[in-house]
């Protein structure tokens, strides 16, 4: 099993900044690849930005290409979604989630095999 925390979200205004983490414990050898997923009030989830451990690839979603960067350290079983430039859009509860076995373009919820529990960012106009 692998356990998922997210943090790091908060209140920005647009144009703003902020850095959400993703600490996992438990079975993290068994992580191939962790990717960061948003959901706004009425809106199905969304895939934000993923990143596979080996070899670093990480893809993004149009919406945020440019703007949001996803890195990881495997020394602290962590990954960030570094967010600049925000929009009011953006605002959405942001989960974590983690995939053992690469199959799918990670891009689908049903590509990950555990979530943490999501961080709100809300970002004022």
């Known amino acids: 099993q692998v356990q998922l925390v997210e943090s790091g979200g908060g209140l920005v205004q647009a144009g703003g900044s902020l850095r959400l983490s993703c600490a996992a414990s438990?079975?993290?050898?068994?992580?191939?690849?962790t990717g960061w997923f948003r959901q706004a009030p009425g809106k199905e989830r969304e895939f934000v930005a993923a990143?596979?451990?080996?070899?670093?690839?990480?893809y993004y979603a149009d919406s945020v290409k440019g703007r949001f960067t996803i890195s990881g350290d495997s020394a602290k079983n962590t990954v960030y979604l570094q967010m600049n430039i925000l929009k009011p859009e953006d605002t959405a509860v942001y989960y974590c989630?983690?995939?053992?076995?690469?199959?799918?373009?990670?891009?689908?919820?049903?590509?990950?095999?555990?979530w943490g529990q999501g961080t709100q960012v809300t970002v004022s106009s």
């Open positions: 990143i596979r451990w080996t070899g670093g690839n990480t």
């Open positions: 989630a983690a995939d053992r076995t690469l199959y799918g373009l990670g891009r689908d919820p049903s590509d990950y095999d555990y």
């Open positions: 438990g079975r993290t050898f068994t992580i191939a690849r």
